[in-house]
C-alpha cells in the first residue's frame, strides 16, 4: 500500500506537470503560487493563470489533516477521528467562448480509522457543443478507463450525468464526463491500481485540453458569442454554488474561501427570461446539455 | 381580519405604485411586464427594468395556492395542508457604482389549517458605503417601525444583521435594514394592524430608495470604480445562491427560476485573492460590512 505522502508528492508533481503544459499551450501566461498553511493542520499551493488563451484558470494543490468534520463523519457514519486528504482541483474558464470551460479533481483521502478511498473526475462545459470534440473528450477519457476496468466509463460516465446537473434549470451543466467517488478495495482493485488510475485520469487531463483548445483557436467568433458565453457562464456560477457538494461542503466547513472559489469565471451574466432563437446554434447546445447522450 | 383576496389586491397596486415611482426617478426606462400562471395554482406579473439609471431590475408579484411543499410543511411541524401566499419582491442593481443596490420583500401567508402570518424586510447593499446615507436609510426605516411597535426596529434590525450575512466571507451583504417572518397575532397586534405595518413598509421603499438614486447621481466615478462595483456583484451572486434560505427553498421547490433568480445582477465579476489597498475607500466599505453597526 502507497503512504500518503507518497500519494500526495505524486499529485504535486501532477500539479507541475499540468501547469507546464498548460503554460506551453497558453504562449504567454504564466501561473502565479500562492502557498497556503491551514490552521488546522496541512495547506497547499495554489496556482492561477491570467493569460492569452486561458483567462481564468486555476490549479490547485493541497494535503490537510486534522479532525475529520463533524458533518462528514456523520454523512459517513463514522465515529469521531483523524483524516488526511490531498488532491488536484482544476476549473479553467478561456476566453475564446468556442472552447469549453473545463473542471478536473484527483483526491485521495484517508481516515485514521483505517479507512481509505479515492474520489475525482473530468467534466467539460462548452459554451458551444461540438459533437466531434465531445466525442473526442468521451473516447479519451474512455480509454483511460478501460485500461483499468471496463465497467468504470460507463459507470463513472453515468454518475457524471447524474452528478453535473442543474435541476432548476433541468440542464445538464455541459457534456459530462467522469466522475467517481468512494473507490476503494470493493472495486477489486488494490490501492496502488486504483492509484495508478487516478494518476492516469490526471495525467490524461493536460494533453486532452491542449487539443481541445488547439481545435477551437481556428474558430471565429464576434459580440453575440461573447454574450452567450457570459449567460452560460452564469450557469456555472449557478451549479457551483447551489448543487456542487463540494463548494456547498468546503464553504460550510470553514474551507479555504480563495481556493474553493476559483472555479468562478472571471465575468458572468444574467438576463431574465433570455430564450435563444429556435433553429440557432445556440439552442442547438441547449439540446445537448441531457442526461445519457452517448458520445462513444 | 383581512381577506386574502384583499391583501393580494393590495399588494398588486402596491407593485403598480412602485413602478410607476421607479420609472419616473429612472427617466427613461419603462418596466416590461411577463404574467405567468403555475401549474399547481397561481400565478404572478413579474416586472424588469432595463433604464439608463437601474441596469437591471425586478418588481416581481405573485399569490400563489394549492398543497403546502412538504419540505415546509415539515420545517414547520404543520400537517398536510394548502397554502396561500402573497408578496412583492423587489431587487435592483443601479449602473453608477455610488448607488446601492436595494432587496425589499413584503409577503402573506395562510396555511389551510387556519394559521397566518407576514414577513419581509428592506435591505441596502451599497458598493461604497456612505455613513450619512446608511443613517437616512435606518431613520426611514425605524420611523416606519416605530409607528406600530417600538420593539420592531432593534428586533428587525438584528435580524437582518443576521440574516443577511456571508459566513464563508465573514461579512455581511450590505449595511442591513429590516428583515422579520412568521408575524402574527403572538406580536399583540392584529392581521389588520400587522397588514398596516408591512404595506407601510412597502409603501416607503420607493421614496427611500429614488432619494438614495437622487443622492448617488452627483457622485463621479470610473473604471476603478466599476471593477469595485462588479467583484462587489458576485459577493451579492454569492450570498443569494448559497445562503439566502428564499432562493435555495424555491429552486429545490421548484419555484418559477427566472422570478427568483430575477435578484442576480446583469454582470458580475470573480478575481483570484482580490484585496484593496489599505486605507482605500474600498477597505474602508470593507469595515462597515459587519453585524452591530448602529446607523440610528
Known sequence: MHAKEYISAQFQSLQDDICRQLEAADGTGKF????????????????????????????????????LPEMVARNMQ?????????????????????????????????????????????????????????????????????????????????????????????????????????????????????????????????????????RAADRPWGEPEKRWQMLRRGRYVEFNLVWDRGTKFGLETNGRVESILMSMPPVAHWAYNYQPEPESIESATLGWLRKGVEWV
Chains 1, 2 share one sequence.
Not at 56 to 67: D, I, L, R, T, Y
Request: aromatic share 16%; proline share 6%; with cysteine.
Open 78 to 214: 463514522l465515529p469521531p477521528t483523524d483524516f488526511f486528504a490531498t488532491g488536484v482541483s482544476i476549473v479553467l474558464h478561456p476566453h475564446s467562448p468556442m472552447a469549453p470551460i473545463i473542471h478536473m479533481n484527483v483526491r485521495y483521502f484517508e481516515t485514521g480509522a483505517g479507512r481509505w478511498w479515492f474520489g475525482g473526475g473530468i467534466d467539460l462545459t462548452p459554451h458551444y457543443v461540438v459533437p466531434e470534440d465531445a466525442r473526442f473528450f468521451h473516447e479519451q477519457l474512455k480509454s483511460v478507463c478501460d485500461r483499468f476496468d471496463a465497467r468504470f466509463y460507463p459507470d463513472f460516465k453515468q454518475q457524471a450525468d447524474d452528478y453535473f446537473y442543474l435541476r432548476h434549470r433541468n440542464e445538464t451543466r455541459g457534456i459530462g464526463g467522469i466522475f467517481f467517488d468512494y473507490l476503494d478495495e470493493k472495486t477489486g482493485l488494490s490501492q496502488e491500481n486504483l492509484f495508478d488510475f487516478v494518476l492516469a485520469v490526471g495525467q490524461t487531463f493536460a494533453p486532452v485540453y491542449t487539443e481541445l483548445l488547439r
Open 32 to 67: 502565479l503560487e500562492d502557498k497556503w498553511i491551514r490552521p488546522e493542520g496541512g495547506g497547499g499551493r495554489s496556482r492561477v493563470l491570467e493569460g492569452k488563451v486561458v483567462e481564468k484558470g486555476g490549479v490547485m494543490f493541497s494535503a490537510v489533516h486534522g479532525p
